[in-house]
């Protein structure tokens, strides 16, 4: 390739939803959830993973990944927004792919797939159709069904044109956002879908885990 694609992958991985404990360091078959995550971009055409760490797991971080040549750890910020803006800070490239280390089970053709089509979309992300009846409610009460034709579950990786969301997340710096496309959404930029898997969860509860067993296991 003639342009150099980079990864930034926060991680945070602290939840209260999983007991405080940190889910990025639990083991599935003896192998941690964050490097199942990172293997899977080593293995495709990404040329640097940047990890932006918890402070409180870097060293810990640094040991599983000290013989990773592609692999560049830094201190992430308190919020995933603050981590992944430390992580365009520390990286120079011409396209970016910004993805949960809590989401192991992504695949090396998913990761190629969206650098492909990052070239000419410059704004991207992976996402599923949503496939359960979703309801609004109301104080408890039922106010009416959302049509789910047009609705999809954004997943990552999200992909970009580097100066693209650096510029984003420059302008927007301490503004609260769940997602990295949906700070290019704020500014009127276009960010396009490609489909993800349902397998690609992210690992949020300890039901997640048993969940990702199996499906690593197979």
Request: aromatic share 8%; glycine share 6%; hydrophobic share 35%.
């Amino acid at each position: 390739m003639n342009f150099k694609v980079n990864a930034i992958i926060p991680a945070g991985g602290t939840s209260s939803r999983f007991g405080n404990k940190n889910k990025l360091l639990e083991k599935i078959n003896n192998k941690e959830v964050i490097k199942y995550t990172v293997e899977a971009f080593e293995k495709s055409d990404v040329d640097e993973i940047i990890i932006c760490s918890n402070i409180s797991i870097i060293d810990e971080l640094k040991e599983i990944f000290k013989v990773c040549s592609k692999v560049k750890i830094i201190e992430g910020g308190a919020t995933r927004q603050q981590s992944v803006f430390n992580g365009l800070q520390s990286s120079e490239c011409d396209y970016v792919l910004i993805h949960d280390g809590a989401r192991p089970m992504i695949t090396t053709d998913l990761i190629n797939l969206a650098i492909e089509e990052v070239i000419t979309k410059k704004a991207l992300t992976v996402a599923t159709k949503t496939i359960d009846t979703i309801k609004e409610v109301t104080d408890g009460k039922i106010i009416r069904t959302i049509d789910r034709s047009k609705l999809y579950n954004t997943q990552t990786p999200q992909a970009f044109e580097y100066n693209l969301i650096k510029d984003a997340h420059q302008k927007l710096y301490g503004q609260n956002f769940t997602d990295d496309a949906g700070m290019l959404e704020y500014l009127g930029q276009t960010v396009y879908i490609i489909n993800g898997s349902y397998k690609n969860i992210k690992i949020t509860t300890q039901n997640d885990i048993d969940i990702a067993r199996i499906y690593l296991e197979q």
